[in-house]
């Protein structure tokens, strides 16, 4: 080994008769993978000779190049290989028309520049990506050759350059090719892999759906689907995941959907029923992505996309998977937007089976669920008024309007408690609210930091105060509904929107007398004379009108 090593490091000719023989007792030795071998080949002092090889094109080149990749294996001697200059001689090799030189090189190139940010930035700039995707055009069928292209690929995959090259070069279509193909699960993950990393590019996710990735992706799960290999299941679970990330680009959604009758749809429908939960999970995921657009919605629901829906989610309710009970809420949520879709989900009995859900323990399903039902009886006056009066579910709603330990859960409880009373305007339904104590509730909500929730809560307390003061004046005086408005309105940090809709609030609140002996003794007289000279003439104006109907109603 000595020899070999003394007798290349010292020789400036690189005739080959000379040099082949001590490269071959090299290589042989490498072969052997006898532990540190590659450190010593390296400290010899050898690699710039083997640079100069690489960099002549000699008959040797194949040889090197090879020896280089398994020296190459040692992360010990990756960044002394980049001192020498092997990467940039190896590059230009990446021309070759030998098929085994173009192995050799990929394998040398990959492993010297393996996990190394500022190398692998280098390559790209030096142009290795439409060089790799055309190797894979030209041999399809070499699967060696097909690997090491990948893993080069899966290696670049996150550098932003090497994207934007991609971008140019038909890469789609080679992917789409070598899915189709794949031999076995280690091909299979590693095309999965790199189609992971592309995908999050909106302009490859579009040239992804064009080449017809999805329908490969699809094709494969329903190939693998039923068996119990843990390979298999990995790949299904990424693949169902692709897609559905697939399918967050506008275009290539709708490319997908095909009106309904793509092949994408149909499949993810069907995973809707299928006994993998991680399928479940994709296709619950995948029908809200699809659910982004109004006329998508309508023509789900047209499909009879709903009762899957809430099939999937009965079938998780006792000691279910939360992700798939979340991602169907969320899927029934998207699908609830367009008005038509609400009345139609109504009659098809949606609240009441979704009401099964309200014995979930879970915050993630406890939130959707909550904003689920809001979006349902948004704008519904019926609906509102039969959830308004369901004294369990309001029960229920109350217990999530104290979570203390999920803000989101106790925001889109008193959200819905509000969107009740505002949209059914319905006496009962204001009774059940206050017999379920949920006043307090409301006029917490209206100091809440966020100003569409003040809103929400002001407009329900202002809506049941027009429909039944009777009903509601003594649980205001009791709750200190006025002393908190006042507060409001003295408050300079308050929005201007929010203290509009205060003054509204007490407008109705003057029609009791009770209530109006509360106003006198706190004297809101003064804070209103204040806020008429408010910079904001809406404002201004509101407070004017609000000292008028006191007056007349003094």
Avoid at 517 to 537: F, P
């Amino acid at each position: 080994m000595f020899d070999a090593m003394k007798a290349i490091s010292v020789s400036t000719e690189l005739v080959e008769e000379e040099l082949k023989p001590h490269l071959d007792v090299l290589l042989n030795l490498l072969l052997e993978k006898k532990k540190g071998t590659a450190e010593k080949i390296v400290s010899s002092g050898v690699l710039p000779i083997l640079a100069q090889v690489l960099r002549k094109k000699s008959p040797l080149t194949s040889q090197v190049t090879l020896l280089v990749a398994e020296m190459a294996r040692e992360a010990a001697v990756r960044e002394r290989c980049i001192e020498a200059g092997l990467v940039t001689a190896l590059v230009p090799l990446l021309n070759s028309p030998d098929q085994d030189q173009l192995l050799h090189t990929g394998r040398a190139i990959g492993r010297i520049c393996f996990e190394n940010a500022v190398q692998q930035t280098q390559l790209v700039e030096n142009g290795v990506i439409p060089r790799l995707v055309a190797i894979m055009q030209q041999y399809p069928e070499n699967d060696p050759l097909v690997n090491v292209c990948l893993l080069a690929l899966c290696n670049l995959a996150d550098v932003d350059a090497a994207r934007e090259a991609l971008v140019e070069v038909g890469v789609a279509e080679v992917l789409t090719y070598q899915l189709k193909r794949a031999p076995d699960a280690e091909r299979r993950h590693l095309i999965l892999e790199v189609l992971g990393s592309l995908g999050e590019s909106d302009a490859l996710k579009l040239q992804f759906v064009e080449a017809g990735v999805p329908e490969a992706l699809s094709e494969m799960i329903r190939t693998l689907q039923g068996g119990s290999d843990t390979h298999d299941l990995c790949s299904i679970k990424v693949a169902s995941n692709l897609i559905v990330t697939l399918l967050l680009g506008d275009e290539s959604m709708q490319k997908c959907f095909g009106e309904g009758t793509g092949m994408v749809y149909q499949d993810v429908l069907s995973w809707l029923q299928s006994a993998n939960t991680e399928l479940q999970l994709s296709g619950a995921l995948a029908i809200a992505n699809f659910a982004r657009n109004d006329s998508n919605c309508v023509k789900m629901l047209d499909l009879g996309v709903v009762p899957r829906i809430l099939d999937l989610l009965e079938q998780h309710v006792a000691e279910g998977d939360v992700s798939v009970q979340h991602a169907g809420l969320s899927a029934l949520r998207n699908l609830a937007i367009p008005a038509s879709n609400k009345v139609r989900m109504l009659e098809d009995g949606v609240t009441e089976r979704i009401r099964t859900l309200l014995r979930s323990d879970m915050p993630p399903v406890q939130f959707k669920l909550l904003g689920t039902l809001r979006m349902m009886v948004d704008g519904q006056e019926e609906a509102a008024s039969v959830l308004g009066k369901d004294e369990v579910l309001l029960a229920r709603v109350m217990e999530w309007c104290e979570a203390k330990d999920h803000a989101g859960v106790r925001g889109e409880a008193n959200r819905l408690l509000a969107a009740l009373i505002r949209h059914s305007r319905n006496p009962e339904v204001i009774h059940t609210v206050i017999k379920a104590d949920g006043v307090q509730h409301l006029i917490s909500m209206a100091t809440s930091e966020h100003v569409i929730m003040q809103n929400e809560a002001l407009v329900a307390l202002a809506i049941a105060s027009a429909i039944d003061i009777e009903a509601v004046q003594e649980p205001f005086r009791d709750a200190d509904l006025l002393p908190t408005l006042q507060k409001m309105l003295d408050d300079p940090v308050v929005a201007v929107e929010v203290k509009f809709s205060a003054l509204g609030l007490i407008c109705s609140l003057a029609n009791s007398s009770m209530l109006r002996e509360q106003i006198t003794s706190l004297n809101l007289r003064d804070t209103l004379s204040k806020l008429s000279a408010h910079t904001s003439t809406k404002l201004a104006k509101q407070a004017d009108t609000v000292m008028v109907v006191l007056s007349e109603t003094a």
